[in-house]
């Protein structure tokens, strides 16, 4: 058992075989009917029983983060591909195949702890590596720069992009006035905004999320060598997307989708798996790159400097209790390890500041750090005392250092470089204190047009759709006016005129002071069309039974799906058992209406007799689940009964729509369509479909 589940074990507790007592152990007689005077009479006031119930259930709420509140969360580990010591002195990278426990947490950004999962948002990425030497955090997204540049700026955008403050409205997305209007006015987001809008900001699933740590960090060898490096999550999954229409409807029919699809999945013993990369940024690198490695709203292309794999992510737990887990982990940017270092970039140094701030009113107070998820599993001790909720009794007679009274400690390392105590980088600092910002950080819009340039044809498409259908919740026609005629204009001309034309707004680009761009060459590695998996592996496949189906197709092709890890589910008109056309029943896992289209990846249809066949022809929860599942460019197969897509729906064939006779017919074509996601060609003819 790995060191963390073990230290949690200590705080558990399963109630079984125990009569219920206060919480401090009176047993209690009556746990459903308060103390009165007679039994029609007041409740009275000594009931502590009651009292003490009733006062705990009142407080039980504590305040939700102010972004980033919704998230799911497991355990894991991570394993040391070899040792990185050439780079960094950090423990946990310092062998090969060693293993350091780890708990994860995925949020997105803007809505509440109630919020869907599926709106339109930059996706946190939070890691807490338990090392032995110490918690490190990376809290990263899964974007890889970010919308201000300097720390100053964030409770800003904040405010304009969540809910507004009049009505507390939109729930959890960035289609409203405030959002546009800062956005507009503040053009260095202008980057982040097309990742947003492009389809990183409607993930497919949590395991299918890339993420990167934003900044640039410095690594640490043992001989005091600095590295500046970024952090790089690559999901073994691929990194892939729903479509706009599909997030939305998923968000009305299950707001817990990407939870409970990272939740199921670990139950099911599928693990979530990322690779840690490292961009090493060598001074040639640095020279090359164009912009500064401190502003946080560029990112350095793979193709300039390679992402190095350092090691694996395995989520493999899920929690036993999310309030004590997922909602009390205490991220915080300066929970850095010796090995590695901050950097300057100013977006960075506000960060390490704010995530131990916002922990004390999240979390009561200063001993958050003693909450079972946050301890670490190494050694802590110093001359912190006191403070609410304190739990560890301190003891002998010092509480301060230097002391004679306790041979002197609590103290620090001594020789903490050889050691292994903390030390900063030694970075040389001779300047004059200023409000300025480094014109390096001048060039808002050349790394947006780079990434609009990176996109494949449909990914435009999408961001174009996305651009349009926000702004057109937009109510101040001056501010759709701002953002397409100073904002998008800058980004790209097709751009700004397609979204423009959308909205009913001509394009007159304003000319817009101090705009520096650059010709920068797209980079392939970031448009999704170049992130599949290769596999099916994991993907979510809707097997549609009814009564008078092949049961043999239908256990084959399940079986066939396994044997790639896919997960299958066998969905019937209702929950209740289908008869088979050659004799045995099937269990359906649960209905058509209840487990839509829009919950999985694929459908298949087994071939069935001609009595089937005409009753399905005329079941309008079936064509519908056909219809949606085409209109969302997903593969299905047929294995029989061809009529209803040629005759009944009048669908055009192609590499996604197989039909064939008998599972065997068209299991290759269905892995290969499925694993390349979706049916790009097929989504002008989509949109025709009504559905
Ligand atoms: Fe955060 N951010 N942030 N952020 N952030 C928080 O800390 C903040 C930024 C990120 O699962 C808060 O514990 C400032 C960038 C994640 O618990 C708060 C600035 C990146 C999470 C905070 C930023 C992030 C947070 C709210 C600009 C990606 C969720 C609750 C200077 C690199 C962690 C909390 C979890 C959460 C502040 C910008 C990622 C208020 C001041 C850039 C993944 O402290």
């Not at 959002?179 to 980057?191: G, M, Q, R």
């Not at 592996?537 to 189906?549: E, H, K, P």
């Not at 290969?672 to 790009?680: K, N, P």
């Amino acid at each position: 058992m790995d060191k963390k589940i073990e230290q949690l074990k200590c705080f558990e507790s399963s109630p079984k075989g125990e009569n219920s007592t206060t919480n401090f152990g009176v047993k209690i007689s009556n746990d459903e009917n308060t103390l009165k005077a007679g039994p029609r009479g007041p409740s009275l006031l000594e009931d502590f029983v009651f009292r003490e119930k009733m006062t705990h259930f009142d407080h039980e709420r504590i305040p939700e983060r102010i972004v980033h509140a919704r998230g799911s969360g497991a355990h894991g580990y991570f394993v040391s591909y070899a040792d990185h010591s050439n780079l960094t002195k950090a423990s946990f990278l310092s062998a090969k195949d060693k293993k350091t426990p780890l708990f994860a947490r995925v949020s997105t950004v803007q809505g509440p702890r109630g919020s869907a999962d599926t709106v339109r948002d930059v996706r946190g990425f939070a890691v807490k590596f338990y090392t032995d030497e110490g918690n490190f955090d990376i809290v990263g997204n899964n974007i890889p720069v970010f919308f201000v540049q300097d720390a100053i700026s964030f409770p800003d955008f904040v405010h304009a992009g969540k809910m507004e403050q009049q009505n507390e409205m939109p729930t959890g997305g960035s289609a409203h006035d405030t959002f546009y209007d800062y956005i507009s006015l503040k053009p260095e987001t202008a980057h982040t905004v097309m990742w947003v809008m492009s389809d990183r900001g409607i993930p497919l699933s949590i395991r299918h999320l890339q993420a990167f740590g934003v900044h640039t960090y410095r690594l640490i060898n043992a001989q005091g060598k600095s590295t500046f490096i970024k952090w790089f999550w690559k999901p073994l999954s691929g990194t892939l997307s729903l479509l706009w229409d599909e997030a939305q409807k998923i968000a009305g029919k299950n707001g817990d989708y990407h939870r409970k699809r990272l939740w199921d999945d670990i139950e099911a013993g599928d693990f979530p798996q990322w690779e840690l990369c490292v961009q090493i940024l060598s001074d040639e690198i640095i020279e090359k790159f164009e912009f500064d490695i401190l502003d946080p709203t560029k990112f350095i292309p793979e193709e300039l400097a390679p992402v190095t794999p350092v090691g694996r992510m395995v989520l493999n737990k899920n929690p036993d209790n999310f309030f004590a887990e997922t909602e009390q982990i205490a991220f915080c940017v300066s929970h850095v390890v010796p090995g590695i270092d901050f950097s300057n970039d100013p977006l960075l140094q506000g960060r390490i500041f704010s995530y131990l701030d916002t922990q004390l009113s999240r979390l009561g107070g200063p001993n958050f750090n003693e909450i079972p998820i946050n301890r670490p599993v190494c050694p802590f001790a110093n001359t912190q005392r006191d403070g609410i909720h304190r739990m560890t009794i301190n003891k002998g007679g010092a509480n301060y250092f230097p002391n004679s009274i306790d041979g002197n400690y609590p103290r620090p390392k001594e020789e903490a470089s050889v050691k292994g105590g903390f030390l900063p980088y030694p970075e040389k600092i001779d300047a004059v204190k200023t409000y300025k910002r480094s014109e390096t950080f001048n060039d808002h819009f050349s790394q947006a047009t780079m990434f609009w340039n990176s996109m494949s044809q449909h990914e435009k498409n999408h961001i174009v759709d996305g651009f349009s259908f926000e702004l057109s919740k937009v109510t101040r026609r001056n501010i759709v006016e701002r953002v397409v005629n100073e904002f998008l204009i800058n980004i790209d001309k097709t751009l700004a005129e397609k979204v423009g034309k959308n909205l009913g707004v001509t394009v007159e680009p304003k000319v817009t002071k101090n705009i520096q761009k650059k010709l920068v060459k797209p980079s392939p590695a970031i448009s999704q069309v170049n992130l599949l998996s290769g596999d099916i592996a994991s993907r979510r496949i809707a097997v549609l039974i009814f009564d008078g189906c092949d049961t043999e197709d239908v256990m084959s092709f399940k079986k066939e799906m396994e044997k790639r890890d896919a997960h299958v589910d066998l969905l019937a008109p209702s929950n209740a058992p289908v008869r088979g056309c050659d004799g045995p029943s099937l269990t359906p896992k649960s209905s058509w209406v209840s487990e839509p289209s829009i919950f999985y990846d694929a459908v298949y249809v087994p071939s069935c007799g001609q009595e089937s066949l005409e009753l399905l022809q005329h079941n309008g929860d079936f064509l519908h689940y056909i219809l949606e599942s085409y209109k969302h460019l997903k593969t299905i197969a047929f294995s029989g009964c061809p009529s209803i897509i040629k005759e009944t729906l009048r669908l055009k064939q192609d590499l996604g729509l197989i039909l064939g006779q008998g599972w065997r017919d068209v299991v290759e074509a269905f892995t290969y369509s499925l694993a390349h996601h979706r049916v790009w060609e097929r989504e002008s003819l989509a949109s025709t479909i009504p559905a």
